[in-house]
């Protein structure tokens, strides 16, 4: 989930926990993942007035971190993922 969301935001730790656990999930199950949230909770500029969808900063930053993480699993070859996965 990608909502911008900062301080008390009542769905922010549903948001954070859905995204542990799937991570979990990825971990176990060898899939390499990678949570683009911290993007989103953390750049309010990123967005558009609505809070939801990105402005183009946005895309381009989510952009740079999903192809930086695929380089990484692609560079890392079979069983590989992202340095920063659980």
């Known amino acids: 989930m990608l909502p911008s969301f900062e301080g008390d935001h009542p769905t922010l730790p549903r948001i954070i926990e859905r995204n542990r656990l799937a991570a979990l999930w990825a971990a176990k199950?060898?899939?390499p993942a990678d949570d683009p949230f911290p993007i989103a909770a953390h750049h309010r500029e990123y967005h558009?007035?609505?809070?939801?969808?990105?402005?183009?900063?946005g895309y381009a930053a989510l952009a740079a971190k999903v192809?930086?993480?695929?380089?990484?699993?692609?560079?890392?070859?079979?069983?590989?993922?992202?340095?920063?996965?659980?």
């Open 48 to 57: 558009t007035r609505d809070g939801v969808h990105f402005a183009p900063e």
């Open 67 to 86: 192809s930086s993480v695929i380089s990484q699993v692609l560079a890392a070859g079979p069983g590989g993922g992202p340095s920063d996965s659980p």
């Open 29 to 31: 199950s060898g899939i």
